[in-house]
């Protein structure tokens, strides 16, 4: 038993409470939002801003293990948690996980490929940067950026001064990285606790749109040989970063079998979702069990699963759906969906409302489901 207490209110804390409670856990949530997803579903929730100094301290009066569902958390904030609670996770992995240069370098640092990159000071070093990487090549914020924002492909050296005036508003480093014609992305989530064990789920096959997660395929359609070196990779990085927790690997592969990493994430991630029904543990069991010191569980997958993101414009579309018999369970096709919602009530466009696991015998019947019902577009 105990507290645990999350700092963030969206639908990762949501589903890390959600499985906590199941496992005798309270849990308190720290969040600016009347009525957020975490929230919701928590014992308790303080209603204030992250960078709330009292609040932040608030949190740790109440909560004897605390973790994060994000990972800009303010460093001060983390210190203040740190002196006045328990945080297993520690303030080192954010540091490196927050900053893109930090973290290609960590990465390096445990042997595993990261696509070449350079550090960009002035729009020089960009155009040298461009020249040598070759056209197209990936202008990044180091810090602050998600689902593609922050970035600039470059397709012409003309573009240079434009992406640079653009991207240096940020107010952070920039990072240059050459473009990997991928044939493939994957992600590997690892655990690893305080006593050292480490396990990784198997590897999904990662599709974005608009670089947005859309659908994640597991098994992975690629050679078992390429899944196990990247989850393998995976496992190295969590046990050469000192990971408690959970840490998600985002990867590229390319058609001559080379991975590089992308980018880390030390909390459950969206490809993760797939667990939920399709393996015997949870990623977000797993994250509880991490921080707890618990021994992990079995990451074994029980039955091929395509998880598919609902965003906002889904809603409508799926709602009509639901109401044709034979949708959830298509035994037609051999498909089962099971359908999670994140307890939020505006359905704006690009954000994300839902998930759905297919179980099937086979993935390709899952992206039949998925083509066929329309939801999605064609
Ligand atoms: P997330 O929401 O995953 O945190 P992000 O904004 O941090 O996204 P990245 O994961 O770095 O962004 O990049 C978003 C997507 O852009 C990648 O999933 C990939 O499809 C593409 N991409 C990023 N970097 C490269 C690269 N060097 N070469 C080719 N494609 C890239
Ligand atoms: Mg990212
Ligand atoms: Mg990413």
């Known amino acids: 038993g105990g507290t645990i207490g999350v700092l963030g209110g969206g639908q990762l804390g949501r589903m890390?409470?959600?499985?906590?409670?199941?496992?005798?856990?309270?849990?308190?949530?720290?969040?600016?939002?009347?009525?957020?997803?975490?929230?919701?579903?928590a014992d308790e929730q303080i209603e204030a801003g992250y960078d709330d100094v009292d609040a932040a301290r608030r949190l740790a009066a109440l909560s004897?293990?605390?973790?994060?569902?994000?990972?800009?958390?303010?460093?001060?904030v983390t210190n203040i948690l740190m002196e006045e609670s328990y945080v297993p996770q520690g303030s080192q992995l954010l540091y490196t996980t927050q900053h893109r240069l930090r973290e290609k370098r960590a990465i390096e640092a445990a042997g595993v490929p990261v696509a070449p990159y350079a550090e960009i000071r002035s729009e020089a070093e960009l155009r040298e940067a461009a020249e040598l990487f070759g056209i197209p090549c990936v202008l990044k914020t180091a810090m602050g950026g998600y689902d593609g924002k922050g970035q600039w492909v470059l397709r012409s050296l003309d573009e240079?001064?434009?992406?640079?005036?653009?991207?240096?508003?940020?107010?952070?480093?920039?990072?240059?990285?050459?473009?990997?014609?991928?044939?493939?992305?994957?992600?590997?989530?690892?655990?690893r606790s305080p006593r050292g064990e480490v396990k990784a789920f198997p590897a999904a096959e990662n599709i974005h749109v608009?670089?947005?997660?859309?659908?994640?395929?597991?098994?992975?359609?690629?050679?078992?040989?390429?899944?196990?070196?990247?989850?393998?990779?995976?496992?190295?990085?969590?046990?050469?970063?000192?990971?408690?927790?959970?840490?998600?690997?985002?990867?590229?592969?390319t058609k001559d079998g080379q991975l590089y990493v992308n980018e880390l994430a030390p909390r459950p991630h969206n490809s993760g979702h797939y667990t939920m029904e399709a393996c015997r543990t949870s990623q977000f069991e797993q994250h509880v069990r991490a921080i707890c010191n618990l021994p992990l569980g079995s990451t074994k997958l029980l039955s091929p699963v395509v998880m598919v993101n609902l965003l906002g414009e889904h809603i409508a579309p799926l709602t009509e759906k639901l109401a044709e018999p034979g949708f959830l369970e298509d035994e037609q096709l051999g498909v089962s969906a099971k359908v999670h919602l994140y307890g939020k009530k505006e359905a704006k466009e690009k954000r994300k409302m839902g998930h759905i696991n297919l179980l099937t015998d086979d993935v390709e019947k899952a992206l039949t489901w998925i083509e066929q019902t329309g939801i999605w577009g064609k």
């Open 210 to 253: 608009h670089n947005i997660l859309h659908e994640s395929i597991v098994p992975a359609r690629i050679e078992v040989a390429i899944q196990k070196e990247a989850e393998e990779l995976a496992m190295k990085i969590a046990a050469s970063l000192g990971v408690i927790g959970l840490i998600a690997v985002e990867l590229f592969l």
């Open 64 to 76: 004897d293990v605390i973790t994060y569902e994000f990972e800009n958390v303010d460093a001060h």
């Open 16 to 41: 890390l409470a959600l499985a906590g409670r199941n496992m005798g856990y309270r849990f308190v949530t720290l969040d600016p939002t009347p009525d957020a997803p975490t929230g919701q579903v």
């Open 160 to 191: 240079v001064p434009e992406a640079y005036a653009t991207l240096s508003k940020a107010k952070t480093e920039l990072v240059l990285e050459q473009f990997i014609h991928f044939d493939k992305e994957l992600s590997v989530i690892a655990a």
